[in-house]
Protein backbone atom coordinates (compact mmCIF):
# COMPACT_ATOMS: atom_id res chain seq x y z
CA UNK A 1 0.00 0.00 0.00
CA UNK A 2 1.72 3.58 -0.99
CA UNK A 3 0.61 6.48 0.64
CA UNK A 4 -0.82 9.96 -0.77
CA UNK A 5 -0.34 13.14 0.09
CA UNK A 6 -1.51 16.34 -1.80
CA UNK A 7 -0.50 19.67 -1.38
CA UNK A 8 -0.93 23.08 -3.02
CA UNK A 9 -4.13 23.85 -2.40
CA UNK A 10 -6.12 27.17 -1.62
CA UNK A 11 -8.16 30.35 -2.51
CA UNK A 12 -7.58 31.42 -6.07
CA UNK A 13 -9.20 34.30 -8.38
CA UNK A 14 -11.14 32.93 -11.08
CA UNK A 15 -8.62 33.13 -14.20
CA UNK A 16 -5.33 32.22 -11.87
CA UNK A 17 -3.44 29.23 -11.44
CA UNK A 18 -2.14 26.85 -8.70
CA UNK A 19 -0.11 24.00 -9.06
CA UNK A 20 -0.97 20.60 -6.98
CA UNK A 21 1.71 18.00 -5.90
CA UNK A 22 0.99 14.13 -5.09
CA UNK A 23 3.68 12.64 -2.85
CA UNK A 24 3.81 8.92 -2.61
CA UNK A 25 5.52 7.21 0.17
CA UNK A 26 7.11 4.58 -2.47
CA UNK A 27 6.73 3.59 -6.28
CA UNK A 28 3.62 4.34 -8.08
CA UNK A 29 2.24 2.64 -11.30
CA UNK A 30 -0.73 4.83 -13.02
CA UNK A 31 -1.17 8.20 -10.82
CA UNK A 32 -4.45 10.01 -11.75
CA UNK A 33 -6.32 13.43 -10.26
CA UNK A 34 -10.17 13.41 -9.21
CA UNK A 35 -11.91 16.13 -7.53
CA UNK A 36 -15.54 16.37 -5.38
CA UNK A 37 -17.46 19.62 -5.32
CA UNK A 38 -19.92 20.06 -2.73
CA UNK A 39 -23.51 17.96 -3.59
CA UNK A 40 -21.75 16.18 -6.57
CA UNK A 41 -20.17 13.13 -7.11
CA UNK A 42 -16.58 12.33 -7.37
CA UNK A 43 -15.05 13.14 -10.95
CA UNK A 44 -12.22 11.96 -13.09
CA UNK A 45 -10.02 15.20 -13.74
CA UNK A 46 -6.26 13.73 -15.64
CA UNK A 47 -4.18 10.54 -15.02
CA UNK A 48 -0.15 10.17 -15.99
CA UNK A 49 0.92 6.26 -17.13
CA UNK A 50 4.28 5.38 -15.28
CA UNK A 51 6.53 6.22 -18.06
CA UNK A 52 4.32 9.64 -18.11
CA UNK A 53 3.82 8.43 -22.14
CA UNK A 54 0.20 8.16 -21.75
CA UNK A 55 -1.89 10.87 -20.20
CA UNK A 56 -6.11 11.63 -20.31
CA UNK A 57 -7.89 14.56 -19.41
CA UNK A 58 -11.37 15.14 -18.85
CA UNK A 59 -13.03 17.42 -21.27
CA UNK A 60 -13.65 19.64 -18.34
CA UNK A 61 -10.28 20.61 -18.11
CA UNK A 62 -9.01 19.92 -21.21
CA UNK A 63 -6.30 22.82 -22.22
CA UNK A 64 -6.13 24.24 -19.11
CA UNK A 65 -4.70 21.37 -16.71
CA UNK A 66 -1.68 19.80 -17.12
CA UNK A 67 -0.90 16.17 -15.36
CA UNK A 68 3.42 15.57 -15.01
CA UNK A 69 5.62 13.34 -12.27
CA UNK A 70 8.72 13.16 -11.12
CA UNK A 71 9.48 9.26 -10.52
CA UNK A 72 13.08 10.17 -8.64
CA UNK A 73 10.85 12.24 -6.07
CA UNK A 74 8.14 10.01 -6.18
CA UNK A 75 5.62 13.06 -6.97
CA UNK A 76 3.35 13.75 -9.53
CA UNK A 77 1.56 17.22 -10.11
CA UNK A 78 -1.32 19.25 -11.35
CA UNK A 79 -0.64 22.57 -12.74
CA UNK A 80 -3.87 24.00 -13.21
CA UNK A 81 -4.17 27.29 -15.78
CA UNK A 82 -7.08 29.73 -16.24
CA UNK A 83 -9.43 28.24 -13.25
CA UNK A 84 -12.59 28.46 -12.81
CA UNK A 85 -15.58 28.69 -10.12
CA UNK A 86 -17.03 25.15 -11.51
CA UNK A 87 -12.92 23.94 -10.38
CA UNK A 88 -13.56 24.41 -6.95
CA UNK A 89 -13.67 21.01 -4.82
CA UNK A 90 -11.44 18.81 -3.02
CA UNK A 91 -8.71 17.14 -5.44
CA UNK A 92 -7.59 13.70 -4.67
CA UNK A 93 -4.71 11.75 -6.63
CA UNK A 94 -4.75 8.36 -6.33
CA UNK A 95 -2.39 5.33 -7.90
CA UNK A 96 -3.51 2.39 -9.67
CA UNK A 97 -1.37 -0.88 -10.97
CA UNK A 98 -3.26 0.07 -14.49
CA UNK A 99 -1.84 1.74 -17.38
CA UNK A 100 -4.23 4.49 -17.50
CA UNK A 101 -7.52 4.92 -15.81
CA UNK A 102 -10.18 7.50 -15.90
CA UNK A 103 -12.64 4.84 -13.68
CA UNK A 104 -12.30 5.70 -10.02
CA UNK A 105 -13.22 1.69 -9.18
CA UNK A 106 -9.73 1.11 -10.15
CA UNK A 107 -7.65 2.89 -8.40
CA UNK A 108 -6.25 1.18 -5.45
CA UNK A 109 -4.45 4.05 -3.29
CA UNK A 110 -5.53 7.20 -2.35
CA UNK A 111 -4.71 10.94 -0.82
CA UNK A 112 -6.87 12.88 1.29
CA UNK A 113 -7.79 15.47 -0.62
CA UNK A 114 -6.56 19.00 -0.52
CA UNK A 115 -8.96 21.95 -1.06
CA UNK A 116 -9.63 24.30 -4.21
CA UNK A 117 -11.69 27.20 -4.27
CA UNK A 118 -11.58 29.65 -7.04
CA UNK A 119 -13.50 32.98 -6.18
CA UNK A 120 -15.76 34.77 -9.06
Known amino acids: QVQLVESGGGLVQAGGSLRLSCAAS?????VGWFRQAPGKEREFVAVVSRGATITYYSDSVKGRFTISRDNAKNTAYLQMNSLKSDDTAVYYC????????????????WGQGTQVTVSS
Open 26 to 30: GRTFA
Open 94 to 109: ATSGSTAPRIAELYTD
